[in-house]
C-alpha cells in the first residue's frame, strides 16, 4: 500500500510540473512577426522612379533590413513612400506620388489591402473613432481642393471627405479631437484646422507660417512649431512656437524665433527638442525663453523624434543615394549608434 500511494504522489507531482510549465510557456508572448520589436523608416526614394521603400532596424541596431514590403510581399512599394500610420495590428504606408495606401500586417507585412481610389496627393494619417483620417494635398495648383479622406477600416475604403484649407501635412488626434498642421503644399500656409470626428465640422486656429510640427505634452496641451516663410519667396519671417490650450481650442502662448531662423522636427520626452541650423535644441515645458545653445551639434535631420529617452533622425544626405538613421542618448546628449537605410528617409515609427 505504501509503494502504491508513493507511485500516485509521483504521478501527481509529475502532472503538476508538467502543468505549471506548460503555464509559464503560454505566459510567454510570442513573437507576432519579424518585423516586431524594431524600427521602420519611411524612405520617399527618387522621385518619379517608383522605389519608395521601408527599412527595418532592431531596437539594438544590430540588424537592418531594407525594401521589406518588396522582400515580403514580391512588388515594388511606389513611388515616394510618405508615412506610416498603426491602427492595431495593421500599419497604413501612404505612397504620395502613386495617390495610394498599402495596408499590411506591421509585423509581418505581408499586404492587406490596397487603397488607391479617393486619395489625390494624401500625407500622414491618424486614427480615432474607428475610422482613419488622411491629409490630401489635392492638386498643387488649386488651393480650393484640399481635403481630408475618411477611411472605413472595415472595408479600407475612403468612405467620405472633408474640405480644408490649403496644404494639410501633419495630422493628430488626443482621442477626442483631430488636428491638422497647414503647412501650405507648394505654397505656404498658417492654420491648424480642428475636426470633430462626431460631425466632421472644421474650425482653424491660426498659428505661425508654414507649421511643420505638432506634439502634445503629458499635460494634454498641443505645441505647433511654424518654420516661418522661407528667403526665396521674397517675403521672409521667422519660426514661431504656439501653444494650443486643447479645452477651448485657442493659442495660449507664443515664443517668437529670429526673422531668419526656421526651425523644424519639433519632438517631446518630458522636454520639447527641435532643430535648428544644424542643431537639437532643448526647451523645458512652460519655458518662455527659447535656448540660444544646442544640445547637439553638426545634425542635418529631414525627421526627428524622442523614444525611451533616446533621440533618433534621419538625415537625406545628398537626396539622390542611401541615407542614414541616427541616435543619441539625452541624458549625455553623446551619439549612439547610426545605420544606412533607404533613399530620402524621412519618417520613424517604433513598432513595439
Known amino acids: 500500500m505504501k509503494i502504491k500511494n508513493n507511485l500516485v504522489l509521483a504521478l501527481s507531482l509529475i502532472i503538476l510540473s508538467f502543468s505549471c510549465s506548460s503555464d509559464d510557456d503560454n505566459n510567454q508572448q510570442e513573437p507576432q512577426g519579424a518585423y516586431e520589436e524594431g524600427i521602420l523608416i519611411t524612405n520617399e526614394g527618387n522621385f518619379g522612379q517608383g522605389n519608395g521603400t521601408v527599412s527595418f532596424v532592431s531596437n539594438d541596431f544590430s540588424y537592418t533590413e531594407h525594401s521589406v514590403f518588396s522582400n515580403v510581399n514580391g512588388r515594388l512599394l511606389g ?9 492595431d495590428d495593421l500599419a497604413y ?12 500586417n506591421r509585423y ?12 489625390m496627393n494624401p500625407r ?17 495648383s488649386n488651393a480650393e481642393d484640399d481635403y481630408v479622406a475618411v ?3 472595415e472595408t479600407n475604403t475612403v468612405s467620405s471627405t472633408i474640405p480644408v484649407g490649403e496644404g494639410p501635412e501633419r495630422i493628430v488626434n488626443n482621442g477626442s479631437t483631430i488636428y491638422v498642421a497647414h503647412q501650405g503644399g507648394y505654397s505656404q500656409n498658417n492654420i491648424v484646422s480642428v475636426i470633430d470626428p462626431d460631425s466632421d465640422v472644421v474650425t482653424t486656429i491660426t498659428v505661425g ?5 505638432m506634439v502634445f505634452d503629458n499635460q494634454g496641451l498641443l505645441y505647433v512649431l511654424s518654420g516661418g516663410i522661407p528667403a526665396w519667396t521674397g517675403n ?5 512656437l504656439n501653444v494650443i490650450n486643447t479645452s477651448s481650442n485657442t493659442v495660449s502662448a507664443t515664443l517668437e524665433f529670429g526673422d531668419n531662423e526656421h526651425p523644424s522636427n519639433l519632438s517631446y520626452g518630458e522636454s520639447l527638442y527641435y532643430t535648428l541650423n544644424g542643431g537639437v535644441y532643448k526647451l523645458a515645458v512652460g519655458t518662455s525663453i527659447l535656448p540660444t545653445t544646442s544640445i547637439i551639434e553638426n545634425v542635418n535631420f529631414n525627421f526627428m523624434t524622442i523614444h525611451n529617452n533616446i533621440l533618433y533622425g534621419v538625415d537625406a544626405g545628398d537626396y539622390t543615394s542611401s541615407g542614414t538613421l541616427q541616435s543619441f542618448d539625452l541624458g549625455t546628449n553623446a551619439p549612439k549608434h547610426s545605420k544606412v537605410v533607404g533613399i530620402i528617409p524621412g519618417g520613424i515609427y517604433f513598432n513595439d
Not at 513611388?79 to 491602427?87: A, L, Y
Open 79 to 87: 513611388d515616394t513612400t510618405q508615412s506610416i500610420g498603426f491602427s
Open 93 to 104: 504606408i501612404i505612397v504620395n506620388s502613386s495617390q495610394k495606401i498599402e495596408v499590411v
Open 108 to 119: 509581418t507585412f505581408q499586404s492587406v489591402a490596397t487603397i488607391d481610389s479617393g486619395l
Open 124 to 140: 500622414f494619417i491618424t486614427f480615432i473613432s474607428g475610422k482613419g483620417y488622411v491629409t490630401n494635398w489635392g492638386d498643387g
Open 151 to 153: 477611411i472605413d477600416l
Open 209 to 213: 507660417d508654414v507649421p511643420n510640427s
Open 236 to 240: 521672409e519671417t521667422g519660426g514661431q
